[in-house]
């Protein structure tokens, strides 16, 4: 067995102010460090979960908590969560006023029918015991007021347990002042996707990595290539000839991560035994 490892990110499309670079930092190490501890005694696909659940509480991120807003000055948030190595697939798309729609994607996983959006997927998280929250915060809603253009960020986490069990999840508030009723990459495959042998969660313009299907084939070539790396070292490249704006994290089975994107930073952090490895 490869032995634990996890990998968290906060998106891509960060410029280069030192900084909101070192808060990103800060709060993602925080994070990662604490759910490296946690996977020492809960599996690969709780510890995604709980990465992704601080990740959405913490406003400074783009999910949960503190997401970017819609064009009708809404908050849609999406979330998803893949097991490796059962192959199952939870999501919730377009969900509004709950605080973890990864928490809600969690529950699905138990479902028969899995994947739920808008209110469906609303009613759903309250008959669950999801209570309501107001996940727009004055920081976000002022950006919202004097911006009106799309923004970036996703939040994310790929882990291996010490079974070699492979999970990750993805949540996302969507790109910011998109159309109502636009679907996210990360309430799909595309965005978020695990295998027995690999997993990657994708932040970048979901329209891009919808019509990359980026998740699955980093995944699928991770596998081919039996490696995660050299997945990633022939996917970027690739979707940048095509000017896609995308970005991913990845973990294999042999606990060995990688990271890429064609836009300016993406911010990412991996744990292991041997300690962390930062991708900014
Ligand atoms: N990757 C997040 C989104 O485009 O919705």
């Not at 919730?92 to 699905?108: F, G, H, K, M, Y």
């Amino acid at each position: 067995m490869p032995g634990r490892a996890l990998v968290i990110h906060g998106g891509t499309g960060y410029g280069p102010n030192k900084t909101v670079l070192s808060q990103a930092r800060r709060r993602l190490r925080r994070i990662a460090q604490t759910c490296f501890t946690f996977l020492a005694s809960h599996s690969s696909l709780e510890t995604v979960a709980e990465a992704v659940r601080l990740l959405e509480d913490d406003p400074f991120f783009n999910a949960g908590t503190g997401s970017y807003l819609q064009r009708d000055g809404r908050a849609r948030m999406s979330a998803s969560i893949m097991d490796g190595h059962t192959g199952r697939f939870g999501a919730v798309l377009n969900i509004e006023r709950v605080r973890n729609p990864v928490l809600v994607a969690s529950r699905l996983l138990g479902e028969r029918d899995r994947i739920l959006a808008a209110d469906g997927a609303r009613r759903y998280a309250r008959r669950q015991g999801f209570g309501d929250w107001n996940p727009v915060t004055a920081e976000r809603l002022k950006r919202w007021k004097l911006l009106k253009e799309e923004e970036h960020g996703t939040v994310g986490a790929a882990a291996i347990d010490d079974h070699g069990r492979l999970a990750v999840a993805t949540s996302t508030g969507g790109k910011g002042f998109e159309l109502p009723g636009r679907v996210s990459d990360s309430g799909l495959p595309v965005g978020n996707y695990a295998s027995s042998f690999a997993a990657a969660s994708c932040t970048g313009i979901g329209e891009d990595i919808v019509e990359e299907a980026l998740s699955v084939r980093l995944v699928e070539r991770a596998h081919a290539a039996l490696s995660i790396h050299k997945a990633f070292q022939k996917l970027i490249p690739e979707i940048k000839a095509r000017k896609r704006r995308a970005g991913a994290v990845g973990l294999d089975r042999n606990g060995r991560m990688s990271w890429g994107t064609t836009m300016p930073i993406l911010i990412a952090i991996g744990v292991t035994g041997r300690g962390l490895k930062e991708s900014f």
